[in-house]
């Protein structure tokens, strides 16, 4: 039997490689640590939400958000645009 829980405001300490998958790690000492598997198609979607800057630092070009325009929308309504 399946059990689906919703998820909201929790804390990522951390994001890790696991074969195929992405572990996450949340949670904090006082309500204990969990450990949660995303697949990496899930997280390609998340990720297509976000505007990202490039930057080229010696041979690599490294990507960060891009806050000056990001705002936080819920998931959960419907496109504006």
Do not use: C
């Amino acid at each position: 039997m399946k059990t689906i829980t919703k998820l909201s405001g929790m804390e990522i300490n951390s994001v890790t490689p696991h074969y195929e998958h992405i572990i996450i790690n949340t949670g904090n000492a006082k309500d204990g640590f969990k450990n949660y598997f995303i697949t990496s198609a899930q997280l390609v979607i998340i990720l297509s939400e976000f505007d990202f800057k490039a930057e080229t630092k010696r041979t690599r070009t490294w990507l960060s958000l891009d806050i000056d325009d990001y705002r936080v929308e819920r998931f959960d309504e419907p496109r504006t645009y």
